[in-house]
């Protein structure tokens, strides 16, 4: 089992930078691929960005690549998503995941790929 806590999310203005973090539970984190989805009001969940277990490969979602980054440390059980550049249409409850495929290389961009959630952290950006 998987314990993941979000941290970081905030109200900032538009143009303005966030990071959120996502530290979990367990000695099985650095061999999961992880992932940020969002959801916004009245909003389906949606990928935001994803990371294999080494770090090696990264995906993004077309609406934020240029903007979000995707990054993680293993020895720390942290993953992190650096916001850039937010617009309000940014704002939304931000979840990480955790995909338990065994070292898999594969990033799924659905909610379906993943088994472990977070609880989620809000991000407001106001105009």
């Known amino acids: 089992q998987v314990q993941l806590v979000e941290s970081g999310g905030g109200l900032v203005q538009a143009g303005g930078s966030l990071r959120l973090s996502c530290t979990a539970s367990?000695?099985?984190?650095?061999?999961?691929?992880m992932g940020w989805f969002r959801q916004a009001p009245g909003k389906e969940r949606e990928f935001v960005a994803g990371?294999?277990?080494?770090?090696?490969?990264?995906r993004y979602a077309e609406s934020v690549k240029g903007r979000f980054t995707i990054s993680r440390d293993n020895a720390k059980n942290t993953v992190y998503l650096q916001t850039n550049s937010l617009k309000p249409e940014d704002t939304a409850v931000y979840y990480c995941?955790?995909?338990?495929?065994?070292?898999?290389?594969?990033?799924?961009?659905?909610?379906?790929?993943?088994?472990?959630w977070g609880q989620g952290t809000q991000v407001t950006v106001s105009s």
């Open positions: 995941a955790a995909d338990r495929s065994w070292r898999g290389v594969i990033i799924g961009i659905s909610t379906g790929a993943y088994d472990y």
């Open positions: 367990g000695r099985t984190f650095s061999n999961y691929a």
């Open positions: 990371i294999i277990w080494s770090g090696g490969n990264t």
